[in-house]
């Protein structure tokens, strides 16, 4: 390497770390606020949540700092460009604090929910039409008001989402696009099918396609709010496209992807709907393509960070959370018949590659 590659790669790096860490006091300082204006995460009469598991923030630090290292070491390789932050550009920064603004005043009407424990108030909002979706998809995740089917829970999601990981949301979603990378890296972007499973606003997509711009990716999610703002989010990319639809039930044909992509939604789902979704996922997946999924660490993967994981389920409605903690997702996916291929871990995500034998 010369002496001008040396001194690209190091300013390259500079500037990465001033946009991570601008990043961060962003978000973070906003998390900071929102948990001096929270009540916390007990209810009155009731003994203080103690997780069973002792939490490390040595180990939290380590996760956090090898997360940004992996992904500048993904973008010096070549698997993606540096990333687009349009939130805190100087023109699109007053749409940002008025979001910011939302997600704190937000703050108190979370804390009611979470004293009441109403997750189910959704189920008479006249939106959520039962013939349309399921029981477990009426409810207010996250205690957000309307659930996933209003446009202020769209409009904010993201914003939540990075202020609750303080600013580390898209540098962990980052480590799918590292794996899809991987598979289609070299080929003809116009010749392969993409699926984004439960694309929720498009926040990945428009990180996929903004590193592959040519590539045929269609994303699929059953909240209209939040499949109109994906519309919104990858309207640059004219062959990209946003399909309404149910997991359990995918509106495509058999072997219709070469990959498949899915993020943060299998925490979200029963445990008897998750069989569903992957059996589905398998069906249209063509033979040597992969499923990549993203979510949650689970329990054992990072010993250090357990006791974090169950923190989470009591500060947000999370319903089916606990559960998936522990819930393995092997027997699923050989049912289906796929093959685990290999495993990375990205902070407070892990991401896993299964493959669709020729």
């Known amino acids: 390497m010369g002496i001008m590659d040396r001194v690209s790669k190091t300013a390259g790096r500079a500037r990465y770390g001033a946009a991570q860490g601008l990043r961060s006091a962003w978000y973070g300082g906003q998390y900071a606020l929102a948990r001096r204006r929270s009540a916390g995460f007990n209810r009155p009469g009731e003994p203080a949540f103690k997780p069973e598991n002792k939490p490390d923030p040595k180990n939290l630090r ?22 687009v932050d349009r939130e805190l550009r100087v ?9 910011a603004r939302a997600f704190l005043k937000d ?5 009611r929910r979470r004293l009441d424990r109403d997750g189910t108030e959704v189920r008479q909002n006249e939106a959520a039409d039962p013939k349309r979706f399921p029981a477990y998809y009426r409810q207010n995740f996250h205690y957000q008001t309307d659930g996933w089917l209003s446009d202020e829970s769209a409009e ?15 540098a962990m979603r980052r480590g799918a696009l590292a ?60 062959q990209a496209e946003i399909v309404e639809g149910n997991a359990e039930t995918l509106p495509f044909e058999d072997n219709s992807f070469d990959q ?10 029963p445990p008897r709907v998750r069989p569903k979704v992957i059996a589905e996922a398998a069906r249209v997946l063509k033979p040597g393509g992969t499923f990549i999924v993203a979510d949650s660490l689970q329990f054992g993967d990072n010993p250090g960070l357990d006791g974090f994981l169950e923190y989470f389920p009591e500060g947000f409605h999370e319903p089916y959370y606990k559960g998936y903690l522990g819930w393995d997702f092997e027997p699923g996916m050989m049912s289906a018949g796929l093959e685990h291929d290999r495993i990375n871990l990205a902070f407070l995500t892990k991401v896993r590659v299964w493959r669709k034998p020729k």
């Open 62 to 83: 380590k996760a956090y700092f090898g997360l940004f290292r992996q992904d500048r070491a993904n973008i010096e390789a070549g698997l993606y460009p540096d990333p």
């Open 91 to 99: 023109r699109d920064f007053p749409a940002a604090v008025k979001r």
């Open 107 to 111: 703050v108190a009407e979370v804390d």
């Open 156 to 170: 904010i999601y993201d914003h939540q989402v990075e202020a609750l990981f303080t600013g580390t949301a898209d």
């Open 179 to 238: 794996e899809l990378a991987r598979e289609i890296k070299g080929q003809d972007q116009r010749s392969l099918k993409v699926l984004d499973l439960a694309c929720g606003t498009g926040r990945f997509m428009a990180q996929t396609l903004h590193a592959y711009p040519k590539l045929n990716l269609t994303g699929l999610d059953l909240s209209p709010p939040y499949a109109e703002a994906a519309r919104q989010n990858i309207r640059n990319w004219k």
């Open 260 to 269: 498949i992509v899915s993020i943060y939604l299998f925490h979200e789902l």
